[in-house]
């Protein structure tokens, strides 16, 4: 069993940056896959960034450039620096983790995640 815990929401302006955390409980946090998710009122949750267990990575298209999805296995966390944030980047994130069949697997969707936080809420003003 995984417990995920997400910090690092909260109101930005535009343009700002912020850096969301997912501490992971579990010894073999290092075998899991991760992404995090985002939400907004009246939307579907959609994939904002995935890393497999073996550091690859992937981005949705409206945060290539912008948005970093890393991992540091020693600290059991997952990171996602967001820079240049807009206010369509406003939303709930949630961080999810799963079991990783091999290394450089990639999930990007919502349904392939075992785990997922509370979730934290980013705002970004105009």
């Known amino acids: 069993q995984v417990q995920l815990v997400e910090s690092g929401g909260g109101l930005v302006q535009a343009g700002g940056s912020l850096r969301l955390s997912c501490a992971a409980s579990g010894r073999t946090f290092s075998t899991y896959a991760s992404g995090w998710f985002r939400q907004a009122p009246g939307k579907e949750r959609e994939l904002v960034a995935a890393?497999?267990?073996?550091?690859?990575?992937y981005y949705a298209d409206s945060v290539k450039g912008r948005f970093t999805i890393s991992r540091d296995n020693a600290k059991n966390t997952v990171y996602l620096q967001m820079n240049s944030l807009k206010p369509e980047d406003t939303a709930v994130y949630y961080c999810?983790?799963?079991?990783?069949?091999?290394?450089?697997?990639?999930?990007?969707?919502?349904?392939?995640?075992?785990?997922w936080g509370q979730g934290t809420q980013v705002t970004v003003s105009s």
């Open positions: 890393i497999s267990s073996g550091g690859s990575t």
């Open positions: 999810a983790a799963r079991s990783a069949s091999h290394s450089v697997i990639i999930y990007p969707r919502p349904h392939e995640y075992e785990y």
